[in-house]
C-alpha cells in the first residue's frame, strides 16, 4: 500500500470499503483502462462490477438498501477509481449527486420510487445545470418549466450532461415563474425536474432529445451529451421536493457534493501521476544511472509528493466538514481548487519525467495528460472557487470597525 494519501480515523468498516475498491481497480480497471479510453469505449464490464461491488448504493440510506456510508467513504472510493481510470468515477458522480439531492430534498414518494433503484444501479442519474450560453452565470438559465394543468411543459437546450446517454433518471435545472413574480431574484425562481427517460440517444421519451456524444479531448469512455426539451411534459409530483423556487439551492447543495468529488479524482489521478513517474525514474538510466539518483528528479519527485499529500488532506477535510451537518462551500471550494491545480502539475511533472515517452499513447502518462484540464472547468473554473472562498473569508473575517 502507498505511504501517501492515508486517511486517518477511519473505521474497519471503512478500510475494508476501500480495500475491495483498490483490489478491484488493481485487477479490473488500470489494465484496460488504457485501451478502452483510446477507443472511447463505454466500460459496461467495469460499470457492472462496481454495481456487484454496491457502489451504486454507496451513500444511499440502508432503509433504501444502500450502504449508508459518508460522504468520506465516498470521496475515497472516488479517489481510488480515479486512480485507475477517471472516467470511471464521473459516471457514478452524477449519479450520486441526484441521489443525494433525492435524500436531503425529495420528498418521501420521490425517495421510495427512485433510491432502491439507484442503490442497485439499475436507475442511473445524471444532473444538468449548464447550458450552451451559460458557463458559470447559472442566474441566467433560459430553459423553462411551465405550469399546464397537472403538468409541467419543460423546453430549452442544456450542455455538459454527464451520462447523458446511459442515465435514466436526470435532474434538470428550469426557470419557473409559477408562483414567482415577475421581479424575483433569478435564484428564487430556479425548480429542479426529475425526468425519467430510456437509456441511448435520439428522442428517448416524447419531447426530449439526447443527441450524440461529444467528442472530447479527454475524459471519454463516459458519455457527455447535450439535452434539448422541446415540449416535454413531466408530471407535478416530479418537482424535486415538491415546491417551486427551490432548485438554485437544491443544485448548490449538490454541487458541494460535486466539488468533494472532483477534488478527489484530483486526488486520484495525481496519486497514479506519481506512481507512474516514480517508477519509470528508477527504470530509466542515464549517464551511467537511473535518473531517480539525479538530484532534480529527486527534487520533482519530492514536491509531486508533497502535492499528493496537500491535496489528499484538504479533500478529507471537506468531507468531513459535509459529513458533519456544517456548511463546507469554504472547504469544498479550497479542496477543488488545490486539488485540481496540484493535479495538472504533478501529472504534467510526470510527463516531463517520461520525456519523448510520455508524448507516446503506449504510456499511461499521456492519457493523464489528457484527463487532468477537465479537473480545471468540471464543477465550476479556478476563478469560481477564488470567488467562494473570497466571499466566505469575507464573511468569517468581517472588519468590526
Not at 485501451?35 to 462496481?50: A, K, N
Not at 454496491?54 to 456510508?69: K, N, S
Request: include cysteine; hydrophobic fraction near 40%.
Amino acid at each position: 500500500m502507498s505511504r501517501l494519501a492515508q486517511t486517518a480515523g477511519l473505521t474497519d468498516v471503512q478500510q475494508e470499503i476501500l480495500s475491495t475498491v483498490r483490489d478491484f481497480v488493481d485487477k479490473e480497471i488500470i489494465p484496460v483502462a488504457t485501451q478502452l479510453e483510446h477507443r472511447d469505449e463505454y466500460p459496461t464490464d467495469i460499470v457492472e462490477g462496481l454495481k456487484e461491488l454496491g457502489l451504486f448504493g454507496l451513500m444511499i440510506p440502508e432503509e433504501y438498501g444502500g450502504l449508508g456510508e459518508s460522504l468520506l467513504t465516498y470521496a475515497l472510493c472516488v479517489e481510488e477509481i480515479a486512480r485507475g481510470w477517471m472516467s470511471v468515477s464521473g459516471i457514478i458522480n452524477t449519479h450520486f449527486i441526484v441521489a443525494y439531492m433525492l435524500k436531503q430534498h425529495g420528498t418521501q414518494e420521490q425517495k421510495d420510487t427512485f433510491l432502491p433503484r439507484m442503490a442497485l444501479g439499475e436507475v442511473r442519474g445524471a444532473f444538468s445545470m449548464s447550458e450552451p450560453a451559460l458557463g458559470s452565470d447559472v442566474s441566467a438559465i433560459s430553459s423553462k418549466g411551465v405550469k399546464d394543468g397537472d403538468e409541467y411543459v419543460l423546453d430549452g437546450q442544456k450542455m455538459w450532461l454527464t451520462n447523458g446517454g446511459t442515465s435514466t433518471l436526470v435532474a434538470v435545472l428550469c426557470k419557473s415563474d409559477e408562483g414567482h413574480p415577475e421581479g424575483t431574484a433569478p435564484h428564487k425562481s430556479m425548480t429542479t425536474f426529475l425526468v425519467e427517460k430510456e437509456a441511448g440517444f435520439g428522442e428517448v421519451r416524447p419531447g426530449l432529445t439526447i443527441p450524440g456524444k461529444i467528442d472530447k479531448m479527454g475524459y471519454k469512455g463516459v458519455d457527455t451529451t447535450e439535452l434539448i426539451m422541446d415540449g416535454l411534459r413531466i408530471p407535478a409530483n416530479r418537482v424535486l421536493g415538491g415546491t417551486t423556487g427551490r432548485g438554485f439551492y437544491q443544485m448548490m447543495d449538490g454541487v458541494e457534493v460535486g466539488r468533494v468529488n472532483v477534488a478527489a479524482r484530483g486526488c486520484g489521478v495525481a496519486q497514479r501521476a506519481f506512481e507512474l513517474g516514480v517508477s519509470y525514474a528508477q527504470q530509466r538510466e542515464t549517464f551511467g544511472k537511473p535518473i531517480a539518483q539525479h538530484q532534480a528528479i529527486q527534487f520533482k519527485l519530492a514536491e509531486m509528493a508533497t502535492k499528493v499529500e496537500a491535496a489528499h488532506a484538504m479533500m478529507v477535510n471537506a468531507a468531513r466538514k459535509k459529513d458533519s451537518g456544517e456548511r463546507n462551500d469554504l472547504e469544498a471550494g479550497m479542496a477543488k481548487y488545490l486539488a485540481s491545480e496540484y493535479c495538472k502539475e504533478v501529472v504534467e511533472d510526470a510527463f516531463r519525467i517520461h520525456g519523448g515517452y510520455g508524448f507516446s499513447k503506449e504510456y499511461e502518462i499521456e492519457r493523464l495528460y489528457r484527463e487532468a484540464p477537465m479537473l480545471l472547468i468540471g464543477e465550476g473554473t479556478a476563478e469560481i472557487q477564488k470567488m467562494i472562498i473570497g466571499r466566505r473569508l469575507l464573511e468569517e473575517y468581517r472588519f468590526q470597525g
